[in-house]
């Protein structure tokens, strides 16, 4: 048998239990709550042998373990070695010592036979490496954290990310380079020092922090006029296409640049303030957009209860990039380190740039609503308008000129398809209510959705690994990449509403063959006790398996013992959990990615579900129309995934984990329009609201698409 056949089962879909997959968090939690009574006990016991801080930082978080999983190093562990090897990247932290490198290797980070004691060991390893980065951090700033008590809120708010977030600013401090140059920034610049420190701490005081990394020098204008820094920044803000023309920094651009060169410092000093603000407000919209984060957070809590979106803050700022850039002398290099380095964000940008001339030519005439249009359908009034609307878009190309406008023909077919599969939708030429609803955004709407994607790539986790993989929720699609190119993608199935699937970065550490699925307490109580009590075979016939505990190694029970009929709203005290095969809910892989949101990727015994094209129904993990072919792939970039062998391993049924060499960056990114590999844009229905959210949270509600 080969992985083929074991589709084919796979599709015949034995199993009589239903197969849907609901958040395993619970379980995960409880599965590993006894571990972590003992690792607490241990921990506690053997804190008294380290540092004073560290003793204190336990202390204060009630000696719970922190890096530690029963299987794995937890997301937290993940996250503090990722922060630090890009950081070590940029040429930092060159004082952290053996500990850092030691960790890095993580196919030694953890071995599930080491003794408890061994654990815990590695466990403060961990801690000892986190005080060391965080105290080298924020060593003599004013900083509202400690070493423990930034810990002690990243527990609160589930993730350390959420904890490095918080003391961003100080982690742009550290990251900030020195100037270099001993000579002046811009030579006949003397005597605007002290009127730009005065102007600094009175008028203009949130350039202070900027101009004393600059010693107070001018940057932007001397005595002898503007300096190639501010040539520089004004050509960026004209062809900047993403600012809004109507906006505060454009107008301010334009007011600057058509300024009349003063004569007297006093003047000069204003100029170069004015100008230095500019750069800074720039800067501010290049690294950070336009989206209202706190705001979004806020409303996203209040309208969707199970939903989430982490953001990795930027460990940059205006300041930062300025000092660089004077370093090198010019600041094209600043402009470009702002950007995400995405093959999607400079692409959308030509996107971009097209929609906008559409719509300074005048866009599109709304249609009117219509019956639906069926293929080699004639003399339909509408079918004039929809060649029009399809043509201006650029769907309905190349085609000779029609003698009936009204006449459904083969090349209006093929726009109609066109545009519908750019849309996410069925591409069968039927112009039914989704395609009509699709042909009733205007150029204007379009434009905007654009540039808020733009704004959402600029929270992206900035990475620069090879590989990366992303699940791109709207699109239903996943994506592998080396570096810039793509090299795999696949239909994938999402959570639905109200129980949607996590935006958040991640890597992917192990895979998972023949996995068990650990039921939990709702399909228990409502579908299988009922089943239970009229068949008590019913356990024996769908292959699930009665343990005392999660895992799989605790002492099985008999079910055809147990008195299921005392049992209703009353759970019974065993774990059910289904055995590997083809009518397992997981299918016969998965990929972890140790995560707060317990979501991850799996194979599917509802393989039919795929023929859909809207496929949000999971309860927030990812379902994936082609497990193995990602097997496949995952064997080429990493030596410790044998496909051969795994081909062999999923003839049977026998849990086999492999634990990878090297993890693999994921994303699981929310992008309603983006453009694929053929150059060609394409959008997706907003399946959760976020566009609408985002949007309602922008700093400068003006939504321009002028062009001049």
């Given at each position: 048998m080969n992985i083929k056949i074991i589709v084919l089962a796979i599709?015949?879909?034995?199993?009589?239990?239903?197969?849907?997959?609901?958040?395993?968090?619970?379980?995960?939690?409880?599965?590993?709550?006894?571990?972590?009574?003992?690792?607490?006990?241990?921990?506690k016991s053997e804190v008294k042998k380290h540092t004073?801080?560290?003793?204190?930082?336990?202390?204060h978080i009630g000696y719970q373990p922190i890096w530690i999983d029963k299987d794995q190093i937890t997301h937290d562990a993940g996250v503090l070695l990722d922060e630090i090897k890009l950081d070590k990247n940029r040429g930092?932290?060159?004082?952290?010592?053996?500990?850092?490198?030691?960790?890095?290797?993580?196919?030694?980070?953890?071995?599930?036979?080491?003794?408890?004691?061994?654990?815990?060991?590695?466990?403060?390893?961990?801690?000892?490496?986190?005080?060391?980065?965080?105290?080298?951090?924020?060593?003599?700033?004013?900083?509202?954290?400690?070493?423990?008590t930034l810990i002690a809120y990243s527990l609160e708010k589930g993730s350390l990310v959420d904890g490095l977030n918080a003391i961003v600013k100080e982690r742009v401090t550290y990251a900030t380079p020195e100037l270099r140059s001993k000579d002046r920034i811009l030579k006949e610049s003397k005597g605007l020092d002290e009127g730009i420190k005065t102007k600094c701490q009175t008028?203009?005081?949130?350039?202070d922090e900027m101009y004393k990394l600059l010693g107070h020098q001018p940057v932007w204008v001397g005595q002898s006029g503007i300096s190639t820094y501010t040539t520089e920044l004004f050509r960026e803000i004209k062809e900047d296409i993403t600012l809004d023309k109507n906006g505060k920094v454009y107008k301010e651009y334009q007011t600057l640049f058509a300024f009349e060169m003063p004569k007297e410092n006093k003047k000069i000093v204003e100029y170069e303030l004015k100008i230095a603000k500019l750069y800074k407000r720039y800067m501010e919209h290049l690294l950070y957009g336009e989206i209202n984060w706190k705001k979004f957070q806020r409303d996203l809590k209040h309208n969707h209860r199970n939903a989430a979106w982490v953001t990795h803050d930027v460990v940059a700022s205006p300041e930062s990039l300025l000092v660089a850039a004077i370093n090198e002398g010019s600041l094209v290099d600043a402009f470009e380190k702002a950007k995400p380095q995405l093959l999607w964000y400079e692409a959308l940008l030509t996107a971009l740039k097209k929609y906008q001339k559409i719509t300074a030519n005048g866009g599109w005439e709304s249609l009117p609503v219509f019956e639906t249009i069926k293929p080699e359908e004639s003399n339909n009034s509408m079918l004039p308008l929809i060649r029009e609307r399809l043509s201006i878009e650029g769907d309905y190309i190349n085609c000779p000129e029609t003698t009936d406008a009204t006449d459904y023909d083969a090349c209006l077919l093929d726009a109609v398809k066109t545009f519908q599969k750019r849309h996410g939708l069925a591409a069968d030429g039927y112009i039914g209510k989704l395609t009509q609803k699709a042909l009733s955004q205007s150029a204007e709407e379009k434009v905007a959705q654009i540039k808020l994607n733009i704004n959402r790539m600029k929270w992206l986790k900035r990475d620069s690994e090879r590989y990366r993989i992303f699940v791109n929720i709207p699109a239903f699609r996943m994506y592998v990449f080396d570096k810039q190119k793509q090299i795999q993608s696949m239909k994938v199935i999402v959570g639905k509403k109200r129980h949607e699937t996590p935006v958040f970065y991640n890597r992917v550490r192990s895979i998972v063959l023949n996995p068990y699925w650990r039921i939990p307490r709702s399909i228990i109580r409502n579908e299988l006790v009922p089943k239970l009590k009229k068949n008590r075979h019913y356990l024996i016939k769908n292959h699930i398996e009665l343990h005392t505990g999660y895992s799989e190694h605790s002492p099985r029970v008999n079910s055809l013992k147990v008195n299921w009929h005392k049992y209703g709203?009353?759970?019974?005290?065993?774990?059910?959990?289904?055995s590997p095969g083809v009518t397992n809910a997981l299918g016969k892989v998965k990929y972890l990615f140790p995560n707060k949101f317990a979501v991850y990727m799996h194979d599917t015994n509802a393989k039919s579900l795929f023929k859909k094209d809207i496929r949000a129904f999971s309860h927030g993990c990812v379902r994936l129309d082609k497990?193995?072919?990602?097997?496949?792939?995952?064997?080429?970039i990493d030596a410790k995934v044998d496909f051969q062998k795994a081909e062999k391993i999923l003839e049977h049924n026998r849990k086999t984990p492999i634990r990878l060499a090297k993890s693999i960056p994921i994303d699981m990114v929310y992008l309603t329009t983006w453009v694929n590999t053929e150059g060609t844009i394409e959008f997706r229905d907003d399946i959760y609201g976020y566009d609408k959210l985002h949007l309602s949270t922008y700093k400068t509600k003006s939504v321009s698409t002028s062009t001049d």
């Open positions: 599709l015949v879909n034995l199993a009589s239990l239903p197969a849907k997959v609901i958040e395993y968090q619970e379980i995960y939690q409880k599965d590993n709550s006894v571990f972590k009574e003992a690792m607490h006990m241990q921990i004073k801080e560290i003793q204190d930082l336990y202390a930092l932290f060159s004082s952290l010592d053996k500990t850092y490198e030691t960790l890095l290797k993580e196919e030694q980070l953890f071995d599930p036979a080491q003794t408890l004691k061994e654990k815990v060991a590695l466990e403060f390893r961990f801690t000892q490496l986190y005080t060391k980065y965080i105290d080298a951090i924020i060593e003599g700033k004013k900083c509202d954290y400690t070493a423990a008028t203009y005081k949130t350039l709203r009353k759970l019974p005290p065993y774990k059910f959990m289904q497990p193995f072919k990602l097997l496949e792939t995952f064997s080429t």
